[in-house]
């Protein structure tokens, strides 16, 4: 039996079939929002998080730490922006699903007081053994004071899990009135997912560790809706139309140059693989 069983953003309304092939069954989607679920089952899920669970997490190598770094400060300018905070100012920031903490040693550089929660236990330790407050467990178990973080990040995690409706209701619960939730994931409205189906590698389960449900702008928007949250602005980019492994050297050049011609309209349409939404509790 699959672990999803309705939509994981609350619609009532039931799934379909979807034509996107994975060996676990086709995707379903939602019919009422678009969302699209893996059909795996709970041990196959929680073995593919488990092969995720390593010392390095998604921790930069010293090349990547620099370009690592720089988008990290453009992504807090623009959360002080919303937050109404002169550029520079520190605040308090909690990042759901740190791993082992990219993220919070960016945010240490910036002088912004942050915290992390990791549930993939050796990610954590590797966090902590680094001097970062990182708490192992789920945002949920980990209790933080009510309205006390002004900013929580999500980077690349909502897609792991099963019921982001409860991880969504405890962040509305320690954010201060007004704080600002930024939430990144894949868009599976994308143009990406329109051509290349089951060739997008990141609906693979075992590829990348666990992921089982899949956003649309549409989806997004509704799972803010039914926690308390108003979404500021959602931003999409990047298509892509095949994965460097799939095609020659040659296709795959001719096809990024496409990829990269469409990405400026991808952009006005919400049309983008990477999406990026900032959401406001109200
Ligand atoms: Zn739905």
């Not at 919070?104 to 050796?122: D, F, M, N, T, Y």
């Not at 051509?195 to 549409?218: K, N």
Request: charged content about 25%; proline content about 5%.
């Amino acid at each position: 039996m699959p672990f999803v069983t309705s939509c994981p953003v609350g619609c009532e309304a039931g799934f379909r079939e979807s034509d996107i092939r994975m060996p676990e069954g086709p995707l379903l989607v939602c019919e009422a929002c678009g969302h699209l679920v893996s059909q795996i089952e709970e041990i196959d899920y929680h073995a593919a998080l488990a092969k995720f669970d390593t010392e390095s997490g998604t921790l930069p190598t010293p090349l990547s730490q620099k370009r690592h770094d720089q988008r990290a400060r453009r992504l807090f300018a623009r959360v002080r922006q919303l937050l109404g905070l002169r550029p520079g100012t520190s605040f308090r920031l909690l990042d759901v699903g740190c791993s082992s903490g990219a993220l919070l040693l960016s945010a240490k550089k910036e002088g912004i007081e942050a915290q992390g929660v990791e549930p993939a236990r050796r990610a954590a330790e590797a966090a902590q053994a680094v001097g970062l407050p990182v708490f192992a467990g789920t945002v949920q178990e980990a209790r933080y004071p009510r309205e006390h973080f002004q900013a929580v990040t999500m980077m690349e995690v909502i897609e792991h899990l099963h019921q982001p409706i409860d991880a969504m209701k405890e962040i509305w619960n320690i954010l201060v009135p007004a704080g600002v939730l930024v939430v990144g994931t894949g868009n599976a409205d994308s143009w990406t997912v329109a051509v290349m189906r089951e060739r997008w590698d990141y609906f693979h389960m075992e590829r990348y560790g666990g992921h089982i449900s899949f956003f649309t702008p549409r989806s997004l928007e509704r799972l803010a809706g039914q926690c308390g949250f108003r979404i500021e602005r959602l931003e999409t980019r990047r298509v892509r139309f095949a994965e460097s492994f799939q095609v020659s050297r040659a296709v795959y050049r001719t096809l990024k140059i496409v990829a990269e011609v469409l990405n400026v309209p991808a952009m006005w349409f919400h049309k983008g693989h990477d999406m990026l939404a900032f959401l406001r509790k109200v």
